[in-house]
């Protein structure tokens, strides 16, 4: 079927659950689904919680309502974590890249995006796909004449917070390079970096 057809059909499927009983009924029970999943999603920490979120969690994610308030109390969270690229090109130049960063005040609402994809694939685990992906769109932004970069080195970094009132008030950044390639398949994920414990400042 053409982008034609399909997009005109859109209007006509709009009207058809807006006019009949049935379109009416599989609204709400959407909504009553997005609701569901927002309140399961909320509850405290435990197996409840864990056997819904097993159910809803993909729902939340394709719709953009996955929220996390582990923020906040009674459990916020105690690490910050942040995702580098080091990208050498054919001709030997160093790159690093690392997610975009909107501007003072309002860039906040620009990328956010980014920052929860960080905390998302920080979470899914070094051996996520998720590293080969981006190291393969990286790989696509950076190709000259149909060459792609000779390799990609993918760190994902973090520090923990301490308590209130302890001494210094956080960990040392502790790296770990969870890709390492072309951007074509992996070749090493999961290796500590050359120095695994660093205090800030650029990739090893």
Not at 9 to 28: F, K, M, N, T
Not at 47 to 67: F, I, P, W
């Amino acid at each position: 079927m053409c982008p034609v057809t399909v997009a005109g059909s859109l209007p006509q499927v709009q009207e058809w659950l807006d006019a009949s009983g049935a379109g009416r009924v599989v609204i709400s029970a959407l909504v009553v689904a997005v609701v569901a999943c927002i309140v399961a999603s909320s509850l405290p920490g435990g197996s409840l919680r864990r056997s819904v979120e097993r159910r809803d969690r993909a729902l939340l994610a394709v719709t953009g309502l996955d929220q996390r308030w582990d923020i906040f109390a009674p459990e916020p969270r105690l690490r910050v974590v942040e995702v580098r690229a080091r990208i050498t090109s054919a001709d030997g130049r160093v790159e690093e890249w690392r997610p975009p960063l909107g501007p003072p005040v309002i860039g906040a609402y620009w990328d956010h995006r980014w920052r929860k994809w960080v905390d998302n694939a920080m979470r899914a685990g070094p051996r996520s796909p998720v590293w080969r992906w981006l190291a393969a769109w990286l790989a696509r932004e950076r190709s000259e004449g149909g060459f792609g970069p000779r390799s990609i080195t993918v760190v994902g970094r973090y520090y923990d917070l301490r308590p209130p009132g302890t001494e210094p008030l956080r960990g040392p950044w502790r790296e770990l390079v969870v890709y390492r390639g072309t951007g074509a398949e992996p070749t090493e994920v999961g290796i500590p970096a050359p120095v695994a414990v660093r205090r800030g400042g650029a990739l090893p």
